[in-house]
């Protein structure tokens, strides 16, 4: 009887629907879709969508993408678990490793653009503020293809199949490099004057796209003037890798008018808020109220519940409030030698007397990083510097002396105890094999969060990512008024040298060497030295696959206490370097990986894209 109700129940539903087409049923909207009139009306609705855009933009490294790429080149290595010990093990470099095909972006924001022109009835001022907007994602994207990719088809209007069985119309060639580097910059320019959001640090404004053009136009310098320099230049027939080297002053002219534009009329300024020089550079990066530096910046907010894991996977191992993650990002010795002393002169760490015959001896196990570049401290935790309030103490083990020599002494566990009573190895390392702890006896500080429950898995991190800051328009400035031939490039640099507590004009003269070494330390892990080494034309020689090379190479440096008693060195540190032991094959860089190779996929679906050299 149920089932026979339930029948007869049916048929009068399908006879309702059957003859009442026209009723307000069937005309009811739905509860759970938003339609085109609806979104492209509201501007709560917009900015969400372009909340979404932002959040998918693309990134090589960030605190939430790639961030484990930071132990993939010179600057670090793996130390945490084991089971990603193979980006210690990068025998070569794979060509598709910074490949980058993302149309489904560009696709979507093309049908917003479109959208807002044809469906939204919103007043023209705030419908062109929102296509600037939008233009400008779009042009950052592409600046994100073009830098790993050289020149990829510019789609910049929505494409429709119409089913007709040939989609040949849809099928777009690569444009130039030189190509996509000019839209990028054009579009730049262009929404310059409508994008406002002035004053915001999370969404673009005319700074933020002059910041893009400071970037994008010396990328395209550089590799317009080092790809032609090279022996046999990287190029294809078309132009879709290559850049004239005659364009070279054109782009540093364009990217040096940017970035003075943005240091003379944007009111931004170096973050110099704290006496002390170390935390103040490590301030510069994690600081978000008040601070004048950064100009463009992915946030996170604990009271939006938006957080990262970053710190809760790379705090130093002592400092670690969890009983699982930390000490996954170690720097390597090499970076930490990049910081120069404060007299300007080389920052090799001094272990040994001149003829090698004896260590040098340090009372504490940090005086050996006395008087160096304040920058050190600000991105990197070394043997003895403070974290959180508390010092990060290390010691690898002790060297005994047995009458003629040393026997170093190490230990299979952390927080281990010598037969004297003291220290044999500390709670933070360095160790040898122990995963979660460095393996090259330093850790990193920036964008490591030291607010309390930070490094815990319940309460996580809101520290936010720095895509621009003022350090690096420095830079930008600096790098294209030397390519110009203008004096005032080093001045650009001294600014930055000086807030690192070098005195005023420390540097007389500017090198090449020099920007490098500049760009190296201000902005070390902030997904600077791929690109940079990329558009120099230097990424394979600094990365060479050579055992030889100390820059394809991680080092470690280990502090030993001295045991000899009655001796005036008993109790003191020495200081042991090597190849930092879980680190097992140098850094490869080949020729064909300055382009990404472009997948059998896209080019069966488009015929008309051709293949990047090498591949």
């Not at 404060?342 to 260590?359: A, F, I, M, N, P």
């Not at 895509?467 to 640099?493: H, K, Q, S, T």
């Given at each position: ?97 910074w490949g980058l095909w993302d149309y489904g972006l560009i696709r979507d924001i093309n049908l917003a653009i479109d959208k807002l022109n044809t469906v939204s009835e919103l007043s023209e ?158 301030e510069a990066i994690i600081t978000k109220n008040g601070n004048p530096e950064v100009i463009w910046a992915q946030d996170y907010l604990l009271s939006a519940d938006k957080r990262h894991g ?232 600094k990365w060479d696959g050579n055992t030889s090379n100390p820059e394809s190479m991680i080092y470690s440096l280990y502090p030993y206490r001295v045991v000899r008693p009655g001796d005036p ?47």
């Amino acid at each position: 009887m149920k089932f026979f109700k339930r029948y007869i129940l049916g048929l009068t539903l399908l006879s309702m629907l059957s003859t009442s087409c026209d009723s307000d049923y069937l005309e009811l909207e739905p509860p759970n879709i938003l339609l085109d009139d609806q979104v492209w009306n509201d501007t709560k609705l917009i900015t969400g969508v372009l909340s979404n855009y932002y959040d998918r933009l693309p990134a090589h490294t960030s605190l939430t993408t790639g961030w484990a790429d930071f132990a993939a080149y010179d600057e670090a290595m793996w130390s945490g678990y084991s089971g990603n010990d193979g980006l210690n093990n990068i025998f070569s470099y794979n060509f598709g490793r910074w490949g980058l095909w993302d149309y489904g972006l560009i696709r979507d924001i093309n049908l917003a653009i479109d959208k807002l022109n044809t469906v939204s009835e919103l007043s023209e001022d705030q419908k062109t503020q929102f296509l600037s907007e939008l233009r400008f994602i779009r042009a950052y994207v592409y600046f994100e293809h073009v830098k790993r990719m050289g020149g990829v088809p510019l789609i910049t209007e929505e494409l429709i199949y119409d089913f007709s069985g040939d989609p040949s119309y849809l099928q777009y060639p690569r444009n130039t490099e030189a190509e996509v580097y000019d839209f990028v910059i054009s579009e730049m320019e262009a929404i310059m004057p409508t994008l406002g959001n002035n004053g915001s640090q999370t969404r673009a404004n005319r700074f933020t796209a002059l910041a893009v053009v400071s970037r994008a136009a010396l990328y395209a310098g550089s590799l317009a003037k080092y790809n032609s320099e090279m022996g046999s230049p990287i190029q294809l027939p078309g132009g879709e890798v290559g850049i004239d080297p005659s364009r070279a002053e054109g782009y540093y002219t364009k990217s040096l008018n940017a970035s003075k534009t943005i240091l003379e009329e944007g009111g931004y300024g170096l973050y110099n808020a704290n006496p002390d020089l170390g935390e103040n550079f490590y301030e510069a990066i994690i600081t978000k109220n008040g601070n004048p530096e950064v100009i463009w910046a992915q946030d996170y907010l604990l009271s939006a519940d938006k957080r990262h894991g970053f710190t809760y996977d790379n705090v130093a191992r002592s400092a670690r409030e969890d009983n699982l993650g930390s000490s996954a990002i170690t720097p390597g010795l090499g970076l930490v030698e990049d910081f120069q002393y404060l007299d300007g002169s080389s920052g090799e760490l001094k272990t040994h007397t001149e003829d090698g015959s004896d260590y040098i001896y340090y009372d504490e196990v940090d005086d050996i990083f006395e008087n160096k570049d304040a920058r050190l401290y600000g991105t990197v935790i070394y043997p003895g510097a403070s974290f959180r309030g508390q010092e990060i103490f290390m010691q690898a083990g002790v060297m005994v002396w047995n009458g003629n020599s040393y026997d170093r002494i190490e230990s299979d566990g952390l927080a281990t105890e010598y037969e004297d009573g003291g220290v044999l190895v500390a709670a933070g390392g360095p160790h040898r094999s122990i995963q979660e702890v460095s393996n090259t006896g330093f850790y990193l500080r920036k964008y490591v969060d030291n607010a309390v429950g930070a490094s815990t898995r319940g309460i996580r991190s809101e520290v936010w990512w720095v895509r621009f800051r003022l350090g690096e328009i420095y830079l930008n400035a600096a790098e294209a008024a030397f390519e110009l031939g203008m004096p005032e490039a080093v001045d650009y640099i001294n600014v930055l040298r000086e807030r690192a507590g070098f005195g005023p004009n420390s540097l007389s003269s500017l090198t090449m060497e020099d920007i490098m070494q500049e760009r190296r330390v201000e902005l070390a892990f902030e997904d600077h030295v791929v690109w940079d080494y990329k558009r120099w034309r230097v990424a394979h020689e600094k990365w060479d696959g050579n055992t030889s090379n100390p820059e394809s190479m991680i080092y470690s440096l280990y502090p030993y206490r001295v045991v000899r008693p009655g001796d005036p060195r008993d109790g003191k540190f020495v200081f042991v370097r090597s190849v930092a032991p879980r680190f097992r094959a140098p850094r490869f860089f080949q020729l064909g990986n300055y382009y990404s190779f472009i997948g059998q996929n896209i080019i069966d679906a488009n015929p008309k894209i051709v293949r990047n050299p090498f591949h």
